[in-house]
């Protein structure tokens, strides 16, 4: 168990419609990553929180935000779903140290998204 | 931006024998390379992890090897046990010139499977 709790763990829902993802991180983590892991793209970085604030961005799509809220857990809200969006959704924490150090990230048990 | 190709794909052993995984990556200024294990139905778990200053790291059946001048670096696990069947990821971050913007890129990851 690596303390990173993922809410709910299946969400099956249709095209159009607009769901949220939660994720709590490890106490005492700061930073919250998400990621999207579909067969044919692997595991892909979608954005990144820190304390709050966004980090850094990958290939998330217009359709979908994210954020962090001042207890640090985190939602990333994916709208307009398409069939395509039908993917396991990761997020991982990590304690980002300030001072240059790089925090070991750790992934909670993903939700499987299923958009019919 | 960063590539990271990983091989092989899969990779079938018998029990007991060793098992070898390879990435390589392009930006030179890398210097974080963790390795993830991931079981069926789970999220990716970190299993060892390397930094540029360092050359080989082990812990107890698992080893990481990185050779900076050829921008690759590899997980050996030896004695392997069926519990060690699993999709195995490397990733890369590159030196973090922004603080806390820390994007891991994945390999493609490799199937591992052990025969008893």
């Known amino acids: 168990d690596s303390g990173v709790t993922q809410t709910p763990k299946h969400l099956i829902t249709a095209t159009g419609q607009r769901v949220t993802l939660r994720c709590s991180p490890r106490?005492?983590?700061?930073?919250v990553y998400w990621y999207q892991q579909s067969l044919d793209q692997g595991l892909q970085f979608l954005i990144q929180y820190y304390n709050g604030e966004e980090r850094a961005k990958g290939n998330i799509l217009e359709r979908f935000s994210a954020q962090q809220f001042p207890d640090l857990h985190s939602e990333l809200n994916l709208s307009s779903l398409e069939l395509g969006d039908s993917a396991l959704y990761f997020c991982?924490?990590?304690?980002?140290?300030?001072?240059?150090?790089?925090?070991?990230?750790?992934f909670g048990p993903g939700t499987r998204l299923t958009v019919l | 931006g960063e590539n990271v190709e990983q091989h092989p794909s899969t990779l079938s052993v018998q029990e007991g024998d060793s098992a070898v995984i390879k990435c390589t990556y392009s930006?030179?200024?890398?210097?974080?390379f963790p390795w993830y294990k991931q079981e069926l139905g789970k999220g990716p778990q970190l299993i060892i992890d390397?930094?540029?200053?360092?050359g080989e790291k082990k812990d107890q059946r698992i080893a990481v090897t990185l050779n900076k001048t050829a921008k690759h670096f590899s997980l050996h696990i030896t004695e392997t046990q069926p519990e060690d069947s699993a999709v195995y990821f490397c990733a890369v971050l590159p030196w973090r010139s922004n603080f806390g913007n820390e994007k891991l890129t994945f390999g493609t990851g490799t199937r591992l499977t052990i025969i008893p």
């Open positions: 930006d030179s200024a890398s210097n974080y």
């Open positions: 390397i930094r540029s200053n360092v």
């Open positions: 106490s005492g983590d700061l930073s």
């Open positions: 991982a924490s990590s304690v980002d140290e300030a001072g240059g150090g790089v925090g070991e990230q750790f």
